[in-house]
């Protein structure tokens, strides 16, 4: 019965750990909104994304600073665009960058209400044209929002609210899971070294299982951030790809501790086959 017990426990907190390693990054990296915003700091540094913030801030200015009816006047692209690059190769834009990307997530990631407007992913970069506003000695700045679309992406307000709601469940039933039968396999083992070894396996069957959640998903986000073409397509897939590699990178991790568990219950089990002699 023991050993019986011990098994069923094992075999818990072996499924546990497979779905805790990936529902519980995309919880702490996607869901959870700190998360995002740490995981977008990487993608701002990209030089594809600098090049098009680069190319929209640019317009931006020149839409308010430089058109017909302007504030002053006739300002062109080979003026304005040193000081855009100058400002998106600067600390300034990675924080400006995820400050306007984090109103995105809380646009597909919160509860949505009546008010709620389907617009699609909108990056309102009206606070990067202000600062480049500044830099032209016009400090007064656009009030207006100044919109980049994401072409092709007719995502609505809450699009992931429930299913964010149900990975975070996933993520903390299987961490609980996991801990509960990996303790409770130990603790009524009679070759414990077997169950830690079983637990090493499972370790590194998660971190395949995050990888491959990180290979086949890819195509899958870029499709929903954008159905373009183009710069803004190039720049979709430049975020998912750098958040992704996060996800293939803790799994790296994630399968050298697998390997490592798996060893030392191949290492006690030896020990104490030795032993019983």
Partial sequence: MRTFLSAVLTFVAMAAIVLAVPSLWVKERLVDAEGFATTMRPVAEEQK???????????????????????????????????????TDSPEFVDDFVEVASAQHAYLFDEPTADSPDQGIELDIAPMVNRVLAKLGIRVGTTEPVLVQL???????????????????????????????????????????????ALGVATVAAAITGYATAVVGASRAKDEL????????????????????????????????????????????????????
């Avoid at 839409?63 to 665009?81: K, Y």
């Avoid at 992931?160 to 603790?187: C, F, K, P």
């Avoid at 954008?226 to 803790?250: F, P, W």
């Fill in 49 to 87: 994304v600098r090049d098009y913030m680069t190319e929209e801030i640019t317009r931006g200015v020149i839409d308010r600073a430089g058109g017909s009816g302007s504030i002053t006047g006739d300002v062109t692209s080979a003026f304005v665009t040193p000081l855009a690059r100058a400002y």
């Fill in 151 to 197: 072409t092709g992406s007719d995502l609505e307000a809450g699009r992931y609210h429930q299913t964010g709601r149900d990975i975070t469940r996933l993520a903390y039933v299987s961490v609980a899971a996991a801990i509960v039968g990996a303790l409770g396999g130990l603790l009524f083992a009679r070759r414990r070294g077997v169950v830690v070894f």
């Fill in 226 to 277: 954008t159905a373009g073409a183009g710069a803004d397509r190039e720049v979709s897939e430049v975020i998912v790809d750098t958040a992704l590699a996060n996800l293939r990178e803790t799994s790296y991790i994630v399968g050298g501790a697998g390997i490592g568990v798996l060893l030392l219950g191949l290492a006690i089990a030896v020990a104490a086959r030795r032993g019983a002699r």
